[in-house]
Structures are given as structure tokens and as C-alpha cells.
């Protein structure tokens, strides 16, 4: 299981680099990168709550990483990160979906070590996020 994680971390933080290096908009590509690097792993895989908690927190970490290393404002990678962390959990399948809330825990947690502004940030996206399970869940019931 780590061997993914670092293989997600990688994979987020160069894209991330490259994104930052090339000139393009780093807030949509971070959302775009986590999203489907973050799909990509789980599709095929066994989707549970602790593989989806590893991935999310990986493409944080590689996220952040990637941040520090061009300098970037760390705080809007965060947020790109966390959105597209959800995304890419969301779009992996029904069995993802559910544990989309977990996702979104996990990048709030990895998050943290940016500091309180990308905390904030993230607390934002992960809210949002939340709110919009609740409307699911509830249609569902009806």
C-alpha cells in the first residue's frame, strides 16, 4: 500500500511542477491532476475506506510538495487539491463515492501541515462538499 501512495505523491507533484514551469492557470491543473490521478487509482482497485483515506492523503502530500518546491501559493493549491481529490473519488465508481467523505477528511487532515490559511481553504471546499452529500442522501430517500 505505500509503494501507491508514493507512486499518487509522485505523480501530483510533478504534475504540479510541470503545471507551474509550463505557466498554466495552477489552480485549475491541481484540480485536473488530483482528479484524475486520484480516479485512476481507484478504478480497478479494492475501494475501501483506508485505500481511499491513502490516496487522498497522498495526492495532498504531492499537492503541497509541489507547492513548496515552485514556490506557488500553497494555500490555492490546497484548495485545487481537496476539489479535485473529491472529483476524482466521486467519478472511480459508486463504492468511491461513498467513501468520498473520507477523501475529503483525509485532505483536510493532510492539509494541516501547510498551515491555518490552507486549513481554512480546504475546511471551505470540504464543507461545500459535505452539504452537497447531504442533498444526495436525502433525495435519495425520497
Do not use: C, N, P, W
Not at 18 to 42: F, H, P, S, Y
Not at 55 to 73: F, H, L, P, Q, S
Not at 115 to 127: I, L, R, S
Amino acid at each position: 500500500m505505500e509503494e501507491k501512495e508514493s507512486e499518487v505523491t509522485r505523480a501530483v507533484r510533478e504534475a504540479v511542477v510541470k503545471a507551474v514551469e509550463t505557466g498554466e492557470d495552477i489552480k485549475e491543473k491541481v484540480v485536473e491532476i488530483t482528479r484524475d490521478t486520484v480516479k485512476k487509482t481507484l478504478e480497478g482497485a479494492e475501494v475501501t475506506r483506508e485505500k481511499v483515506e491513502s490516496v487522498a492523503k497522498g495526492a495532498m502530500k504531492g499537492a503541497i510538495e509541489g507547492a513548496r518546491k515552485t514556490e506557488v501559493d500553497a494555500a490555492e493549491v490546497t484548495k485545487g487539491a481537496a476539489e479535485g481529490i473529491i472529483e476524482g473519488t466521486k467519478q472511480a465508481g459508486t463504492k468511491a463515492a461513498d467513501l468520498a467523505e473520507h477523501a475529503a477528511e483525509a485532505a483536510l487532515d493532510s492539509a494541516k501541515e501547510v498551515g491555518d490559511k490552507a486549513v481554512e481553504v480546504v475546511k471551505d471546499v470540504v464543507k461545500g462538499f459535505l452539504e452537497a452529500v447531504k442533498e444526495v442522501l436525502e433525495k435519495k430517500k425520497e
